[in-house]
């Protein structure tokens, strides 16, 4: 299992900015992708950006040029720094990474399948 918990989720208001952290912990061999989703009351989750392994970024193209994620492959840490927030922007905002994990046997590394995580989200309020 790879955990993921989120931080600096809050009330902002309009045009304001939030930094969203998201750490990952457990017995990790390998994350490729990571990425920030959203959802909103009585909406489906939508990809708001994601980051590869390589460090190839995509944003959703209502967050173009407002909101930036990076990623720190050592530390297995990824963020999302949200500026010009927009009372659309109101969501609960969820960390996920496409990764895998390893058991030990004799002193070696087996690792497993690559799945999806999902961490618990952090609510962002943008008020106008």
């Known amino acids: 299992q790879i955990q993921l918990e989120e931080s600096g989720g809050g009330l902002v208001q309009a045009g304001g900015s939030l930094r969203l952290s998201c750490a990952a912990s457990?017995?990790?061999?390998?994350?490729?992708?990571m990425g920030w989703y959203r959802q909103a009351p009585g909406k489906e989750r939508e990809l708001v950006a994601g980051v590869t392994s390589g460090g190839t970024t995509s944003y959703a193209d209502s967050v173009k040029g407002r909101f930036t994620i990076s990623r720190d492959s050592t530390l297995n840490t990824v963020s999302l720094q949200m500026n010009d927030l927009k009372p659309e922007d109101t969501a609960v905002y969820c960390c996920?990474?496409?990764?895998?994990?390893?058991?030990?046997?004799?002193?070696?590394?087996?690792?497993?399948?690559?799945?999806?995580?999902w961490g618990q989200g952090t609510q962002v309020t943008v008020s106008s």
């Open positions: 996920s990474a496409y990764g895998s994990t390893y058991a030990m046997k004799d002193w070696t590394k087996y690792q497993s399948g690559y799945e999806h995580y």
């Open positions: 457990g017995r990790i061999f390998s994350i490729n992708d």
